[in-house]
């Protein structure tokens, strides 16, 4: 399933506007197929998953089975994000590409760099998990969780399951030929399911009892006084 995913991901189209009056924009070519809501009130699929969207079905149905795996050990994670990831309808057109996720950024690498800049996925879901699986052939290239202060050496194959948007994260450099694909839900999708079918956000419900918890201290110190 790994050596199918690599050869899947090399096999997928130049994207769209990747050269600009005849050259690259970039030696690291990635893509976003996806069901997301940027700047926007409903869901719809990426302009870059319709460009392709035919390459991109094809991308998708191949490594079905890979994307379930990568699903059901979200369920083993986290159970009950697993369930909001799949409990709420979406608009005609939009659809579920990567099992649970609606989507992934598709990263094909190259011999150099096989590198990334720290950074967190602030647009995806806060209190939810993105799904990361490299493939290749290539040695190092560990992802670092710099707030945790380890480095997760990754190994062609290896699923990694992990709040994106709140761990600043970066991967080594690695040797030889990288790729990898991350599974993720946007996080204006769950406004939307929030406004469309009243969905309980768990920041909201944070907010609330961090509220809460400040009124209770607050009480209370007046009470020993």
């Known amino acids: 399933m790994v050596d199918k995913l690599y ?13 600009f009056k005849g050259k690259k924009r970039s030696d ?9 809501a940027k700047y ?13 969207q035919e390459e991109a079905d094809q991308f998708f149905e191949e490594n079905k089975e890979i994307f379930q795996r990568m699903s059901e050990i979200l369920g083993q994670c986290a159970p009950g994000v697993y ?7 979406l608009p005609d057109g939009v659809k579920r590409l990567c099992g ?13 760099p096989n590198q990334t800049n720290r950074h967190r996925d602030a647009s995806e879901a806060q209190y939810g998990y993105s799904g990361l699986i490299s493939c ?23 699923v990694v399951i992990f709040p ?26 769950y406004s939307y399911w929030n406004r469309k079918y009243n969905m309980k956000l768990r920041r909201n419900q944070r907010k609330k009892k961090k509220a809460h918890g400040v009124k209770e201290g607050r009480v209370s110190k007046s009470h020993e006084i």
Not at 9 to 19: E, L, N, S
């Open 136 to 158: 290749g052939d290539y040695q190092r290239g560990g992802l670092i969780l710099w707030e945790l202060e380890i480095v997760l050496e990754m190994d062609p194959g290896d």
């Open 40 to 52: 926007s009130l409903e869901p719809f699929m990426s302009k870059e998953y319709l460009d392709a």
């Open 164 to 189: 994106d948007a709140v761990i600043t994260h970066s991967n080594e450099e690695a040797e030889g030929t990288r790729s990898s694909v991350v599974c993720f839900t946007q996080e204006n999708v």
């Open 100 to 112: 649970a996720w609606m989507g992934c950024a598709i990263n094909k690498g190259g011999n150099n």
């Open 28 to 36: 690291y070519e990635s893509w976003h197929w996806t069901g997301w």
């Open 7 to 19: 050869e899947s991901i090399q096999k997928a189209p130049t994207p769209k506007h990747y050269i």
């Open 83 to 89: 369930r909001q990831f799949q409990t709420y309808p």
